[in-house]
């Protein structure tokens, strides 16, 4: 397995629990108090992405700056996977605040198209390594 393929499921995992636990927390403290989660759970999915990134650096020194053509190739089809739904939420979030949603709605919406992002475009990723690219 290709450092790149490890960071993408590493980036995956990250999504997924720190948006879980996201919920969790929102669902036990309420709306009201939705501001910090948010903020912490984005801001410890980073710094967990991060050390994660840089723990697999330190224990596959020699694959950490290897990237060939296919990776580069495989992270570029991931990105644009994903990036879709990047735009996807923008647009969500457009819509929301021109219908006047409150901001808690607009900032979830938001977050959940960033979660959606790194999953598809983990997901995508990881498909490509073990399936090859699609062929268009």
């Known amino acids: 397995m290709s450092f790149d393929e490890k960071n993408s499921w590493v980036f995956l995992v ?14 036990a403290h309420g709306a009201e108090s939705y501001v910090p989660l948010l903020l912490w759970t ?17 224990t ?15 992270y570029a089809f ?21 219908l006047e949603v409150p901001w808690f709605w607009i900032a979830n919406a938001i977050y959940l198209a960033f979660v959606l992002s790194a999953v598809v475009g983990s997901i995508a990723r990881l498909v490509a390594y073990r ?3 699609p062929a268009w």
């Open 78 to 98: 991931g990105e644009r996977i994903g990036g879709a739904f990047v735009v996807l939420g923008a647009v969500a979030a457009l819509v929301l605040s021109l």
């Open 14 to 27: 990250t999504a997924v629990i720190g948006y879980a636990t996201y919920l969790i927390l929102l669902a």
């Open 42 to 58: 984005v801001g410890g999915a980073i710094v967990i992405n991060i050390a994660a990134s840089i723990v697999l650096g330190i």
């Open 60 to 74: 596959n020194p020699k694959d950490a700056d290897k990237r060939d053509q296919r990776d580069r190739e495989v």
């Open 131 to 133: 399936r090859g690219m």
